[in-house]
């Protein structure tokens, strides 16, 4: 079973510019999340869509970050216009299913995003 | 969010067993107690959840405190390959939605 894909692995740009990033999660998967690492830090959830539809995007700050996931399959996360503190790695994961019971959240390898 | 307590670090032996420890007095009944871990360079990867029983799989073994408050991850022969930074998590229900809130962490070092 192919897992979680992420491009690019890495990006580097300069404050103010834009950036998106790419997932394409495991077939089948109906949940999908984005997660953002800072150094040192563990993974914090910016948002979670379930099929094509937004479950919780609390925490991403919809000023500079949206997300999207057309068809219910493939997702793009973008920052516009970005900040020094943005730099981080972004993590995708998916998950059979979100809903009503425990179930594994698989992850990308992550890109690993340098604003400078 | 629940939060869970975890060392810093922890040291251990190849072929020796570990045990890592995590606190979560918050814990509420439908709470699942779930452990991730990260290889450096590497996205998490699951490695074994439980609600109320101790729970065996392929990678490592979960005990859980009767009054639910602890827990402890169990790898039974360490190897190189499993140094990494182990997350205990607890997942909730948000509106129906699974959500996992990672904190910081166990950094384990394994020794040659």
């Known amino acids: 079973e192919a897992g979680v894909a992420q491009s690019p692995r890495y990006k580097i740009i300069e404050k103010r510019q834009s950036v998106a990033f790419w997932c394409n999660p495991i077939s089948g998967h109906a949940t999908l999340y984005w997660y953002q690492q800072i150094l040192g830090q563990g993974p914090k959830l910016l948002i979670q869509?379930?099929?094509?539809?937004?479950?919780?995007d609390s925490q991403l700050p919809k000023d500079r970050f949206s997300a999207e996931r057309l068809k219910g399959v493939d997702s793009t996360l973008k920052i516009q216009p970005a900040k020094l503190e943005d730099s981080a790695v972004y993590l995708c994961?998916?998950?059979?299913?979100?809903?009503?019971?425990?179930?594994?959240?698989?992850f990308g390898p992550g890109t690993r995003l340098t604003v400078t | 969010d629940a939060k869970t307590t975890q060392p810093n670090s922890m040291e251990s032996n190849e072929e020796e067993p570990v045990h890592l420890p995590c606190n979560h007095s918050t814990i509420s009944g439908t709470d699942y107690i779930h452990w991730y871990r990260q290889l450096p360079s590497q996205g998490p990867e699951y490695v074994i959840h439980?609600?109320?029983s101790n729970v065996n799989n392929r990678m490592a073994s979960l005990a859980i405190a009767e009054d639910r408050k602890s827990s402890t991850l169990i790898l039974h022969r360490a190897t190189l390959r499993d140094a990494a930074v182990y997350y205990c998590?607890?997942?909730?229900?948000?509106?129906?939605?699974?959500?996992?809130?990672f904190g910081q962490g166990t950094r384990l070092t394994i020794n040659p």
């Open positions: 994961a998916s998950s059979p299913r979100g809903f009503g019971g425990t179930y594994e959240q698989y």
């Open positions: 439980g609600l109320t």
């Open positions: 998590i607890l997942r909730r229900l948000i509106q129906g939605a699974q959500k996992l809130v």
């Open positions: 869509f379930q099929n094509n539809g937004v479950v919780d």
